[in-house]
């Protein structure tokens, strides 16, 4: 009956897929926990020579290499609560000032936390996100009455950094079995474009080469931060 009615409303695959999460009876629905980036995930970022991230289905960062740290946000220097896309498109003006097609990045950010949240009905810590971004922003409540569901693959973001200008960079959102939850999402230039050249310059100049940081308890028992 279901595909019936996703094959009435023409619904694409992601849609399908929020469809099934939104029938499924809640006790056969999977409880939210907390995402812990493996050591050879974390291991991995450092290797690549492009931005990348680790995001969970509630668009929380939990890893990423020294070159999206600089491309996009020092996320070492954040706050948890502030690791996540949402959260810095919908609450933080310069980093939201970035992005040159900012409406397209929102509406579907927003659309992620749609399929989170029909996967996840009861994640307290995505609805405090989504408490907190219909609170202070109108363009979120906006785009949450909408009901687009999303799923991340691949696209182009058109952002506008401050120290290299404009920069174009195709992503690609990679996920295993292993790590159902989560999502690795490489960011790359064109070769041989401005864009290309620019992130090469960002990277002779960036400190920790090969560095990759992850969310979660530093070995140590420091600054609640973990260096692979």
Same mark, same amino acid.
């Given at each position: 009956m279901l595909?019936?009615?996703a !094959?009435a409303?023409l619904?694409d695959?992601?849609? #399908?897929? +929020?469809l099934?999460?939104?029938a499924?009876?809640? +006790?056969?629905?999977?409880?939210?926990?907390r995402e812990?980036?493996?050591a050879?995930?974390r291991m991995?970022?450092g290797?690549?020579?492009?931005?990348?991230?680790?995001?969970? =289905?509630?668009?929380?960062?939990?890893?990423?290499n020294?070159?999206?740290?600089?491309?996009f946000t020092?996320f070492?220097a954040?706050?948890?609560?502030?690791r996540?896309? =949402?959260?810095?498109l919908? !609450?933080?003006?310069e980093?939201?000032?970035r +992005? #040159?097609?900012?409406?397209?990045?929102?509406?579907?950010?927003?659309g992620?936390?749609?399929m989170?949240?029909?996967?996840?009905?009861?994640?307290a810590?995505?609805?405090?996100?989504?408490?907190e971004?219909?609170t202070?922003?109108?363009?979120?409540?906006?785009?949450?009455s909408n +009901?687009h569901?999303? =799923?991340k693959s691949t696209?182009v973001?058109q952002l506008?950094?401050?120290d290299?200008g404009?920069?174009d960079l195709?992503?690609?959102a990679?996920s295993?079995? =292993?790590?159902?939850?989560?999502?690795l999402?490489?960011?790359?230039?064109e070769?041989?474009s401005?864009?290309? !050249?620019a992130?090469d310059l960002?990277?002779?100049?960036?400190?920790?080469?090969?560095q990759?940081?992850a969310?979660?308890p530093c070995?140590?028992?420091?600054?609640? !931060?973990a260096v692979?």
């Open positions: 595909e019936a009615i !094959r409303l619904l695959e992601p849609q #399908r897929e +929020h099934r999460d939104l499924r009876p809640r +006790h056969d629905r999977p409880r939210a926990t812990q980036l493996s050879l995930t991995f970022l290797t690549l020579t492009v931005p990348a991230l680790v995001m969970t =289905a509630n668009t929380d960062v939990i890893g990423w020294a070159l999206a740290g600089i491309v020092d070492t954040r706050p948890i609560r502030e996540n896309t =949402a959260w810095l919908f !609450r933080d003006a980093l939201a000032a +992005h #040159r097609n900012w409406e397209a990045s929102a509406r579907d950010t927003v992620m936390l749609r989170a949240a029909g996967r996840n009905p009861d994640d810590g995505l609805t405090a996100l989504v408490g971004l219909s202070h922003s109108p363009a979120f409540r906006r785009y949450w +009901h569901v999303y =799923a696209g973001m506008r950094h401050p290299i404009d920069i195709t992503f690609i990679w295993t079995p =292993a790590s159902p939850n989560q999502t999402v490489t960011y790359t230039p070769p041989g401005p864009s290309a !050249r992130i960002l990277g002779s100049n960036r400190p920790g080469r090969g990759a940081r969310q979660g070995p140590a028992g420091g600054d609640g !931060r692979g």
